[in-house]
C-alpha cells in the first residue's frame, strides 16, 4: 500500500519542487521588520497549501510573526504526531556572494555532479518542511486522507528568537499536544547516511554596545589621549578566549559535563573526517578547545563567538575618525546544564570589568535557551528508525547537533512532548551562508521517508 | 588704508556668509566615489568665486577631483604669496547624530551663547578657505585689486589621501611656485588666542581585510572548531597596543625624538588644562602612552587608531554566522622622522605574524606623509605674527598640530616652498564629527586677519 503513495511522490516530484519555489520565491527574513509582510505571505502560502491538501488550516496572529496550524487525519488510528517546521529564513547578507538572487531559486548541479535547489531557505527550512508537506499530499492524492492524526505547526520566528513561540505553546496546548513531535530542522550524517539528531545545544544572543567619548573625533586633533571605542571593544572581543582555546567569562563551564563512555564510542565509530571538514570550509586547523575533537566540539562542548560588528567609518576609502561607539553581536552555544539567564550575566559582568569606568556599555538580548537531549528507546522512535532504514537501505546515525532548535524544548516545557529530531540537510548546504542549497535527494529521499515514518507510526496503534 | 578694507568686512559679512552657506550646500564628499560630481561643482563654485573677484582663474582636472588655480595681482609689490586651502569634506556619518541635515547649513548659538554657523565643512575647510577669499573680495572692492602677487590653490582630495597633489605640483611648479604659501587649515589656541602652528603630525592609512573560512558558516553547525574573522581582527586590533599604551608594531618608535626643552617650555606655558580638555569629549582619563602628557601626545608623540571596523551580520536582531572576513581601517599619525613606507611593511608583516597561515590578510594603502615641522622666523612669518597680533590684541600662540596637512610636504618638496600655517578653527569645530561648526567670530576675525596679514605682506617688498 505505502508503495503506491512512494510511486506517487516520485512521479509528482517536478510538481513538487515547483511547489516548493513558489515558497522560496518569499523573502521571510524574520529578524528585519522590513521582511514583515513577506513573512505574513509565507504563512499565508503554508496555510493554503495545507487546506490544498485537506487540513483545517489556519494562520494565527502572535505578538511577532503569524503561526500556520493545521490538523488532518482525526479519528484515524495511530497515534496523533505533530509535525513542526519554520517558514522564516535568515538574512542573505552578503548579497553580493550570491551567484543568483537569494529568493529567485533555481535547479543547478553541484560542483561534485549532484542536483541541487539553490535559494535562501532552500535547506533552512522550506526545503525541508515541504518533504513533510509533500509526503502528506501523496498521501491525500492516493488514499484519499492522511493515515493516522496529524496536526502541523510552522513557525516565523525561528531565525530570530522564537519569542512567540512558548506563549503560543501555552495558550493553545490542548490543541497542540500530541504524541510526539516530528522536528525537521536537522541533517543526515552524510548524503547517504540518515540520521536521528539526539542532543541539541542551547543558545544565548547577546548584542553589546560600548561607548567611549561623547562624540566621534578626529584622530589628528585628538589621536593619542582619546579612548577609541573600536580599540575597547577588541580588547573584550579578544579577551573571550584564553590559553588553549578555553572561554574566559567566570563561571562558563559550570554545568559542562563530560562525554559518557558510549555516546564518545558511537561518535568515534562514525568515522568523521575532521581534516576533510576543516578543509571544506578553507581551513587546515581547528580553533577553539585544543584539547577536544571537532565532532566532541560541534555537538557536545560550549561556544562563545562574535556574529557581527561595527564601529567607525567603514565606507569606501578612509576616514580619521576616532569612533564613539562600537558595537558586536555574539553567540554563545550551550551543553549540558549551562544557564543561558546566568550565563548572559556572567558575559555582561566580564564585559563590564574590561572598561573604564568613564566607557559604557549597554546590552540587547536577543533570546536563549538550555541544551537538549532525548531518550533513544520506544515505538515512535523505532517507527523513524524503521521508516529510514527502509528508505536509504541502511541504519540512521544517532547524532549531536551543534545548532539550537528551541521549539524542542518548549514542547517538552509546555506540553510535555518528546520529539524526533528528523531532517535531511547537508553540513555543505550553505545554511545562514549564500548561496544555500538543498539536494534534490534530500528533497526527494525527504519526502519518502515520512510517507515510511508516517506508515510505520500508523501500525503502532493509539499509544 | 586698511581701515577701509577691514570696515568693508564687516558691512559686507551677511554677504560673506551668504557665499560661504552656497558652497556648503554642496556636498563635496571625496573620499566616496558616489558624490565624484558634487566635488566637481564644489571646485566649479570655487573658480566662479576667485573669476568673479578679478582672479584668472581655471578648473584643472587630476586622476582624482579637480584642482582649482587663481592668480591675482601680478607685477604688483610684495612677495608673491600661494593661499591653498581644499573644498572637499569627509563622509558626514553617522547621519542620524546630526541635528540638522550636514548639507543644509544654518547660524545657531552654541551652548555657550556664541553665534556660529553648522555644516559639514564649515570648519574644514571651506569656512576657512572663504575667509581668505572674502578677504581678497574686500580688498578688490575697496583698492580695486589686491595689493600683492596672489596665487589661490584649492584642493579636492585633502580629505582622502592628495593622490593628485604632488603629480599636479610637478606638472606645474613654474606656475604655482611662490616665496611662500598661506595654509589655512589649523586652529586658533583659544576662541580669543590666534597661532601660529609649527608642527605637523603625519599620516598613514591602512586597510586590513582579513579571511578565515572560505564562506561564511552557521555557528551552530561550525562552531567551536571553525575559525572567526572577528576574532583574528579582533586580536590584531587588541595587540596593537601593550603595556603603558605603547604600540606594539616593530619598529614603531624608529625616528621618535624627544621634545627639546624650550619648545615643551613654551608649550607648559600655553596652561593647557586637560581635565577640561578629556570632559569636553565625554571622558575622564587620557588613553595612550602613559607617561605622556595629554599636549604632547597630540603634538609631538606617534599614535595607531583603528578607524572603522565591520565584519558579519551587522543589521537588526541577530545572525548566527561565523564570519568568513572582516575588515577594519587604521590610521597612524606619524612624528619626527617616522617613515610612512617602512612604517607600513613594519604594520603588516606585524598582522600577518598574528594570523594563522590559513587566514589571509589584503591590505589597501590610502595614503602616507611624513610628519614636518617649520622654522620660526623671517619676513613672511613676522607678517603673519604682526597681522594676527593687531587683529586679535595678543600674541599668538606657536603650537603643534596632531592632524596632517599633506600639501604642507609636498609644497616643501616639490616646489622648495615654505609654509605659514594660519588658520581660524577650533577645538571645539567637531570638524570630522557630527553637528560640526565655525565660529562666526572665526568667520569674521579670520577675513580681518587675512586683510592685515596681506597688507602687511605687502610692506616686505619682493623678496
Redesign the interface.
Known sequence: MVEKVLERVDGELDRSIDRLFDLLRIASIS???AYKDDCRAAARWCADALAEIGFEASLRDTEGHPMVVGHAGRGQPGPHVLFYGHYDV??P??LE?WETPPFEPRRAKSADGRDIIVARGASDDKGQLMTFLEAARAFGEVQGEIPLPVTVLLEGEE???SRSLEPFLAANADELKADVALVCDT?MWDAETPAITSML?G?L?E?VIVT?????????????????A??M???I?????GEGGRVMVPGFYDGVGELPDEVRAQWDGLGFD?AK??AD?????????AD?G?LE??WS?P?C????????????????????K????F?F?LVGDQDPVKMAENFRAFVRARL???CTAEFIR??GDRAISFSLTGPCFEAARKGLADEFGRDAALIG????IPIVGAFKRRLGMDSLLVGFAL?DD?????NEKYNLSSFRHGIRSWVRILDALKAIGRT
Open positions: 529578524t528585519d521588520p535568515q538574512p547578507d552578503p556572494l531565525e530570530c528568537g541533517a545545544r543558545l544572543l548584542e567611549a567619548a561623547s562624540r566621534d573625533l578626529h584622530s589628528g586633533m585628538f589621536g593619542g589621549p582619546a579612548l577609541n573600536i580599540h571593544l577588541a580588547l572581543v579578544a579577551g573571550l578566549h575532521e571538514f576543516l570550509i578553507g581551513l587546515r586547523a581547528a580553533a577553539g578547545e577536544r571537532v566540539k560541534l562542548r561556544t563567538d562574535v556574529n557581527g560588528i561595527i564601529g567607525g567609518y567603514t565606507g569606501e576609502g578612509s576616514k580619521t575618525v576616532i569612533p564613539a562600537a558595537s558586536a553581536k553567540s552555544r573604564p569606568d568613564h536577543h533570546g547537533c551543534g545548532g539550537s553540513d550553505r545554511i545562514h551562508s549564500p
